[in-house]
């Protein structure tokens, strides 16, 4: 479904009405900042802490994007090699289905431990999160080419590769999508609480922890700010490639015949 | 069933990568601890079996985690702090406490959306772009201003773990009340049925199998609330405490227990909450 | 059309291009096993349209799919121009053509036509003209570039006729090819199968449920039962090659169709 400017109206009017009540809110009941700040000191902040800010975005978008890298391949990268055996498919599927409901993030004292303070430790944490969504999914999309589809390529005597790379690698191009888009949340959320765990004294999660220690709201605030934008952002860019990648899927499709 | 013979094999194979692991990083310290003892001339396999029995090893052996499992569990009384029961009940104390909270204002918050057109039109945006925001990243702000309103202890984790549960609660029931066919709608309308009767009679039942899919996914993000709570507030104690403090004092072996605490606690909400799920929905035929 | 390497068939004086003699094939379902097929014996001549008619679990789908090698019978035996059915599949030596178009959405149509020229190696420029020949051979010329879901359904069966027919195999098998499309497309569609078979001069195995469909299309009826999946009855048509639709006004046709629907009705059991 193509969105069109004028359904943007209502999300925008409720975005903005939510600001005002908590701007004039703030401002009229005289609410502390160590507790909640307006809207407008945020964006003072916002101006006046911009290199404090750049340098910890800079910071932790090494972990997301190291990590986000590298967990979404090596996941991609597994479902490949035991799409060869139904045996160790069965195997691994359950657990990693298990694994994706554990509290990932508490190995990050433990990647701390083995990668040291700096981004890496934090891309490792980014790594064992995104793994198992793209090898859960990429899995069921290597499975979702159709059984007619597949026949046509037996009836043309078409080797294992051919098949996987003519049929069954754009057939599973929607599902990877899906997992590139879960993950780009999961790298956020790991590489940001990694950074609560131990940190250079740069990064978002750690000035989230520090300065919620010294009571600067607002700051933390402008932080998060921050946080959101890039996260919104960075699902954005995939969105986006996601629909040149898989134009051709239903859900795209405004028109069928 | 037909998955055991895989699993167990794929497990045992795990078991057995671990422990190479294990002994491949941790050899370089335990070569150091030999010579720091005086100790010249030892075989490989002394220096492997000695490289799954350190006190801070790089890589824990599993048998090490049991162990220390069994001394923090069954060994210590429950009420002890040295004891994980302790922290365990009071992160799972957190997270019930959040998760029905969470719950519970997900689920309506989906029915309040589904009830009125204009909700809907203004928030859905919202609610799909929130998804993308890192949540967790307002925890420890909560947890501090809640301690202002002198709201302390197990309050402001519930709070957070409440908060990391809603959104995809309330993201999972709306799914499940549009998942209602066009047809089975049609046929309401055809009934003169009034709003709340189809959504009471269609549109909720439907939505049953999104409901404990919800559930399960709210109950992890529960715990994973409490347990960064607790990363940011650790002297209320709780398995995110142990986390940190593991952390600090280099007990490797303690950290990993917690983990392995913290992952069986959440492993055991989920498959409670699909275990009730796969029985609720073969009695409504979602199952066969 | 260009002609194709094939592997070494044996003499050309070869008739029967398929040979089926005491064809079982048993399936082991949870129920049981299913005898979807029992002794069948059949020649197939060069250049025939056969069609093979019947109710559900005839086994004329499974038959179809034993030729193409994507069965494995369990008795009896097979041979597809001279060679068991494995090596027919191996050298390509037939194009089929399924229920529904299977055009794979992420292509164009002419790369969907291209696609088993592609696994087959051809070069880049045989490639392009086979593919405008196809197109031309079907009438969707001018419709390379749009993609599967921008075409109707039967203009994408169409599509994947061609693509069966790229790479020049002797036989053509189908597997109830126009069944989802509506009375007037089928009509249509009909005319231009038998033009193409006229013009190609292949060999087509033809599964239908339409007794008419059949009987238009057709020089060998084969009608089969179920329980276990057997051939009732073989009709010869007759039909010269080239035969207008209102040919199914005529008596002979009509007689014919008759034969069809009592050897249907012969091997159909209303037990159940």
Known sequence: MKAKLVDLVPPLLFGLAVLAVWELGVRALGVPAIILPAPSAILLRFGSSTPTLAADFLQTIRGVLGGYAVGSGAGLVVAILIDRSPFLRRGLLPLGNFVSALPIVGVAPIMVMWFGFDWQSKAAVVVVMTFFPMLVNATAGLAASGAMERDLMKTYAADYSQTLRMLRLPAAAPFVFNALKINTTLAMIGAIVAEFFGTPTVGMGFRISTEVGHLSIDMVWATIVVAALTGSAFYALVALIEQRATFWHASYRSREN | MKNVLPVTTVLIALLALWYAAAALMNAPLQTDAFANAGKTSYSTGELVVASWGMERPKLPAPHQIVAELYKLTIATPPTSKRGLIYHSIITLEETLIGFLFGAGFGVGLAVLIQSSPVLNRSMTPWIVASQTVPIIALAPMIVVILNQFNVTGLAPKAVIAAYLSFFPITVGMVKGFRSAEPLQLDLMRTYSATRSQTFAKLRAPASAPFFFASMQIGAAAALVGAVVAEVTKSEDGGLGARLLAGSYYGQTVQIWAALFAAAALSAALVGLIALAGRLVLRRMAFVR | ?272
């Not at chain 3, 049981?32 to 559900?56: H, Y």
């Open chain 3, 1 to 272: 059309m260009t002609q194709t390497p094939h592997a070494e068939t044996t003499i050309e004086a070869l008739h029967h291009v398929i040979e089926i003699a005491d064809l079982s094939l048993r399936f082991n379902t949870r129920d049981g096993p299913v005898q979807a097929l029992s002794n069948i014996d059949l020649k197939i001549e060069r250049g025939e349209f056969v069609s093979f008619i019947g109710p559900s679990g005839c086994g004329k789908t499974t038959l179809l799919r034993a030729i193409a090698d994507l069965e494995t019978p369990t008795g009896g035996t097979l041979s597809v121009n001279g060679m068991s059915p494995h090596e027919a599949r191996v050298n390509r030596a037939y194009g089929y053509v399924f229920q529904a178009p299977a055009l794979y959405p992420w292509r164009t149509v002419a790369a969907n036509i291209a696609l088993p020229l592609e696994i087959m190696g051809y070069p880049k420029f045989e490639r392009e003209q086979r593919v405008a020949e196809g197109l031309e051979l079907v009438n969707l010329s001018g419709f390379g570039k749009k993609y599967p879901w921008q075409l109707s359904g039967g203009m994408q069966q169409r599509a994947s006729i061609a693509r069966a027919l790229s790479f020049d195999p002797e036989l053509l098998l189908m597997d109830e090819p126009f069944g989802a499309l509506d009375e007037i497309v089928r009509d249509m569609l009909n005319q231009q199968l038998l033009r193409l078979w006229d013009k190609t001069r292949k060999t087509v195995l033809f599964v239908t449920h339409s007794i008419p469909e059949a009987v238009f299309l057709s020089t060998r009826i084969v009608v089969m039962s179920p329980r276990p999946g057997r051939i009732q009855d073989i009709i010869e048509t007759g039909f010269p090659r080239e035969r207008p639709l209102d040919i199914r006004e005529t008596a002979e046709f009509l007689e014919i169709a008759n034969r069809v629907r009592h050897g249907l009705r012969a091997g159909h059991s209303y037990d159940e």
